[in-house]
């Protein structure tokens, strides 16, 4: 289930040699397409105030999502304009862009509501227990000042910690002066995420073309009030149910960036004592042949071929494939090992 059910929204693919690095350079960003931004026009008031428009000469917001493959992080750049920035708060009265992510899509409660509610919830550190383990809900500061980029609601402080997240912003603007502010960061969603730490965690393995649920809302305070819960969702229940976040496409690379042929492979061991190995083809690209050395002078023209070594040795595997675009070959060293 996802709120929003007729709205796609995409996550952008960096190549693994230009992830974004994070430390408020934001020109690594500039190879996204603006047909990925999602702007304020995306946002609706749920909390207070709800049906008034959004005036973007109150507020602006611009938001972008990447990823890398086989990689399990989560890129977020924003670019926002206020005209009233209030971040004197020590705690949470103040300017908050809140996500939420469910790395598996499973849905669902994730936050206790009467956790919400200071006066029912137990006063030690067990009324989050619980709390963030399936989904992950972070109050990202507008600026942090004094304080630390975010709280991960649930107490899991390592979750907003390096290396499971790490961020950084730029602005230039004082205590309610208006003014832009940039900020980039990565978190890393979890399927289960543990109150004991993340040796007892599980983290979301992203994977091309699946979607995932994500949402945002933006707490703008103007001088200790807050004046509007602006979210991506259209809910508010986005803040502690799963069910209630928007669906995300964790796209493929763009053809910009794609290579007209690659080789690739990679192999499991079907029978140890027998030295039989299976070989399986993860190139890229329009192929027709596939030519395979398994190093022992043995060869092979099949896609994914089985083959059995007759001796215990550290082997040099060479694919070579062709196509209409040419030809692509990859050798891996010793990898592939029989006893």
Known sequence: MFARPEKEFRIFQFPQNQIPRIDGDFSDWSIVPESYTIGLNELKNTKFGEGKPLDPRDFNLKVKV????????????????????????????????????????????????????????????????????????????????????????????????????????????????????????????FDFASFDGPEHSLESHLKENELIGISWAMLDFDGQRCKAFMNLSHDFRMISDASYLCAFRLMPLENTFQKTIVANWKFSVKDREKRIIRFQDESVGQITKWHWDFGDGQISEEQNPVHQYNSSNPWTVILTVEGPTGKSVRSKVWEVVTE
């Open 66 to 189: 990447g990823w890398v493959k086989d990689l399990n992080r989560l890129y977020f750049y924003v670019d926002a304009f206020d005209n009233f920035w209030d971040f004197s708060d020590p705690a949470l009265r103040q300017d908050i862009f809140e996500l939420v992510v469910d790395g598996d899509h499973s849905g669902g409660k994730f936050i206790n509501d009467d956790d919400w509610d200071l006066t029912k919830r137990v006063k030690t550190r067990k009324f989050y227990k619980g709390d963030g383990t399936k989904a992950q809900n972070y109050h990202v500061f507008m600026p942090a000042l004094n304080k630390d980029w975010a709280m991960s609601y649930g107490n899991f402080p390592w979750l907003k910690e390096f290396p499971y997240a790490n961020c950084a912003s730029n602005y230039h603007f004082k205590q309610g002066e208006s003014g832009r502010l940039q900020m980039e960061f990565y978190i890393t969603p």
